[in-house]
């Protein structure tokens, strides 16, 4: 894999993780200034229930976004070439961020169901408190990539 082939791969997922970075301080910040009013006539008893619901389905997908990531960077190379012009090991890194930051993400959206319903800024904050922990220790890294670059050139018997 050239330099350049993987200062672009990064650059992408960089901006990829900024985007939903941004979303998750949006759902902090501005959801609440716009919707401050807004109210869903939901009975306290069935809010109760959904955040015994919710909570522990973030934990869930917090632990599953872990395993899942470290299941698509572990897969054998694949034995067909691409038609892409991307390195393999980076179209395989940014499958695993896609996936990895899509479940992240749900999580903040579980705590932006649970401000809606039930108007509770903690459950908010703390959601999407969680969501960020995760998505800044999935952070793309360089090194990862070079590693997958490493194992996949080394099961093909080529260099990159």
């Not at 973030?58 to 395993?67: E, K, N, P, R």
């Not at 054998?76 to 090991?89: D, E, G, I, L, Y």
């Not at 220790?137 to 990159?160: T, W």
């Amino acid at each position: 894999m050239t330099r350049q082939e993987l200062e672009k791969g990064m650059s992408s997922l960089k901006i990829i993780w900024s985007a939903l970075a941004m979303s998750l301080i949006m759902y902090v910040l501005a959801v609440p200034l716009i919707l401050d009013r807004e109210t869903v006539n939901l009975a306290a008893e069935t809010y109760a229930e959904l955040r015994l619901f919710m909570y522990p389905l973030a934990g869930v997908t917090l632990v599953a976004s872990w395993f899942v990531r470290r299941s698509i960077l572990a897969a054998k190379p694949s034995a067909t070439r691409n038609r892409s012009r991307q390195h393999p090991a980076i179209q395989r890194y940014t499958t695993a961020m896609i996936v990895t930051l899509a479940m992240t993400q749900s999580i903040g959206l579980y705590g932006l169901i649970l401000y809606l319903l039930g108007s509770n800024r903690v459950d908010l904050y703390l959601l999407t408190a969680l969501a960020a922990v995760a998505m800044i220790l999935y952070f793309p890294r360089q090194d990862e990539v070079m590693q997958l670059a490493e194992r996949f050139s080394s099961r093909s018997g080529k260099r990159s």
